[in-house]
Structure formats: C-alpha cells, structure tokens
C-alpha cells in the first residue's frame, strides 16, 4: 500500500499505482486551527488492480466528515442543494478575502507602512461582518445569507484595497531607495576618477 498525507508527503507510489493528495484551505489562503479544507486524491493505477481499499487515517486534531446530513431529505441539484451551494460559495469567497486581507495588511505593517487604521477597522467592522454572515448561515434563508455576504464584504474590499495599495507603494519606494543607490554609486565613482585625474595632474 502507500501512504499520503497533504503538505508533507503528499505523493507516493509503488509498482503498481501511483497516489496524488492535494488539499484546499477552505477559509482563506492558509489552514488554520478550527478550518476547514476539501481533501482531493488522485489514484493512478500501473496495471490492471482489485480489490483497492482506500482508508482515512486522520492525524490527532483533525475531523472527517462523510457526507451530509442533508442529503437525507435533499438530492443534489435540488432547489434546496442550490441554495446551499450559492451561500456556500458566498462564504468560501468572504472568507478568501478576509484572509488574503489580514495577510497583506500584515505583511505592509511589517515593513513599515502606516495601515494601522485599516487593520483596525478589518479587525472591528470587518470581522464582525464576518461572523455575522457566518452565523446567518444557520437560520437557511438564502436571500438574506447572500445579503450579509455581500454586505460583508465591502469593508473587505475596502481592507484589500488599501493592503494592495500599501505593498505597491514599498514596491515604488524600493525601487526609487535602488535608483538612488546607483546615482550615489555614480556620483561616488565620478568623483573618485576626478580626484585621481587631480592628483596625477591629468
């Protein structure tokens, strides 16, 4: 048999398949504790195979989840399965943003631009608009859902507006501090000729 776990060994293969495992953050760009993530595997078999058993061996602190309750009442591509899926989608993009947000915002603090107070109002107004479209979710109203979705994501449109706007500029102010550095370097170098050209007396 062979072996995949996501992120450290996330492919392997013996003489007679070959297995693939990718995993998708489900709540932004990286997983964090209490996330979620959708786990893909892609067998490749070398020669023709039976009996293939393929086993889930989660890791301490991690839960799987087999299927739906839903699907008890509902099949899928019913009204109900549609309206789950487009409040579902509404999330998984709210919770994209958000994290891309809070990852650029950082990142700008880091090196020093002044993004304190849209990285305040993300924590406040943002997250809170979050959560609150979050826990709608539970009351299955799909209209309303999808409202406080988009509702919640116009301060997140503001956050990455502003995250991007600040690493363009350390961008331009890095490039601007090389250009500078070469003109000192020029400007250095002219004058080390000139002074040699003066103490030679040429």
Do not use: W
């Not at 195979?49 to 991690?62: H, K, N, T, W």
């Not at 449109?157 to 706007?165: C, I, P, S, V």
């Not at 500029?169 to 020029?186: M, N, T, W, Y």
Request: charged share 20%; proline share 5%; glycine share 10%.
């Amino acid at each position: 048999g062979v072996v995949v776990t996501p992120g450290a060994s996330p492919e392997a293969e013996n003489d007679a398949l070959a297995a693939r495992l990718a995993h998708e953050p489900l709540a932004g760009p990286r997983l964090e504790p209490g996330g979620s993530a959708r786990l893909t595997l892609a067998v490749t078999a070398r020669q023709t195979l039976s009996g293939v058993e393929i086993r889930e061996l989660p890791a301490p602190g991690v839960n799987v989840v087999e299927g739906s309750v839903c699907m008890q009442c509902h099949a899928p591509g019913d009204e109900c399965d549609v309206a789950t899926d487009k409040m579902y989608e509404g999330l998984r993009v709210l919770n994209s943003e958000y994290g891309e947000a809070r990852i650029l915002l950082h990142r700008a603090e880091v090196a020093g631009m002044a993004v304190g107070d849209t990285m305040f109002a993300l924590n406040t107004q943002g997250k809170t608009a979050v959560v609150e479209a979050r826990a709608l979710i539970h009351a299955f109203d799909p209209e309303r859902s999808l409202e406080q979705i988009a509702a919640a994501r116009e301060p997140l449109a503001t956050a990455l507006e502003a995250g991007r706007a600040a690493m363009a500029e350390l961008q331009c102010r890095r490039k601007g501090l090389a250009v500078s550095l070469v003109l000192i370097g020029l400007v250095a170098l002219g004058l080390f000729i000139k002074i040699r050209q003066l103490g030679t007396g040429t």
